[in-house]
């Protein structure tokens, strides 16, 4: 019999190359499965990352959680990202793509008892249009937006909307975008405006993440939470690591307020130190108890 998760993330893990404002170079692994897995994993559910990278590179997997289980999708290449950050706050940056994974069918998800599964995506083309379909046969369905709008060309990464989003975002439970990309997707630069038209288009439940709070609209109620982070250190990965823990905490039953204040309280903790959110559920509630 299949194991049971609450959780499966996909998606490519990357080689990150990070230059900060003074030049320093560092090489880490990153990518939106990656920080989404570890911030799944301190929820406590039941989680499996199905990781796409080339079989060479099989030692990223050794920066995934320990807590989780992690399986190999086989790619023809590892994407490779160049992040350049201009300013100590890490918010202005550029960042380019030098190599990147192939498409993930549908045919190489692993057989499993999921509730959800969730596409944590980096770059148009991470994932076909029929992954969507099947994978909505199966559970839940979640997504980040950038994984749909954020284009490589020859490198350079251009934001562009979803031509076909009409056609399936109706399939997403729950939809996670930040400040810009819902204006690009619905042509408004207010948040809340923005969660409107989404759920107009059939998503179940939206959220927004924003620097100074989250945001989630689920048809008739929004909800919001604030941002404490003392400091930015740990940027990089702010929005998976938001959305790791909020979907992990719906899925095994925590109210909309339960999941964001644990979820925002999280991310707050994570970007205080540089890497993938450390510690474990009760690191997270002893700071709900200081900050919250």
Not at 75 to 81: D, E, I, Q, V, W
Request: aromatic share 10%.
């Amino acid at each position: 019999m299949n194991k049971k998760y609450d959780v499966m993330i996909i998606g490519p893990a990357t080689r990150d190359v990070n230059i900060d404002f003074t030049g320093k170079e560092v090489h880490e692994t990153g990518g939106a499965v990656f920080f989404c897995a570890h911030a799944a994993a301190i929820t406590g559910a039941r989680v499996i990352s199905a990781v796409a990278i080339h079989p060479e590179d099989q030692d990223i997997l050794d920066s995934f959680p320990e807590t989780a289980d992690t399986v190999l999708i086989p790619s023809g290449k590892t994407t490779l990202m160049r992040n350049t950050y201009f300013t100590a706050d890490r918010e202005r940056r550029k960042s380019e793509c030098l190599a990147q994974s192939d498409p993930i069918s549908p045919s190489v998800i692993p057989e499993a008892d999921c509730k959800l599964y969730h596409l944590a995506g980096l770059l148009y083309g991470d994932f076909p249009n029929e992954l969507i379909l099947e994978l909505s046969k199966k559970g839940k369905v979640t997504a980040d937006i950038q994984g749909f709008l954020r284009h490589n060309e020859n490198g350079t990464m251009n934001f562009h909307d979803w031509s076909q989003k009409l056609e399936y975002l109706k399939y997403f439970d729950i939809l996670k975008t930040d400040a810009a990309e819902a204006e690009i997707l619905t042509g408004t630069d207010d948040r809340r405006e923005a969660a409107k038209i989404m759920i107009g288009w059939g998503v179940k439940e939206v959220l927004i993440s924003h620097n100074s709070e989250m945001l989630v609209y689920d048809g008739s109620e929004f909800y919001t939470c604030p941002v404490k982070a003392r400091n930015l250190s740990g940027r990089t990965g702010r929005g998976d690591t938001t959305f790791g823990a909020y979907i992990s905490e719906r899925i095994t039953g925590k109210s909309i307020p339960e999941a964001l204040q644990f979820a925002t309280a999280a991310v707050s903790y994570k970007m205080e130190q540089p890497g993938p959110i450390s510690g474990n559920r009760a690191s997270v509630e002893e700071y709900i108890k200081e900050f919250y």
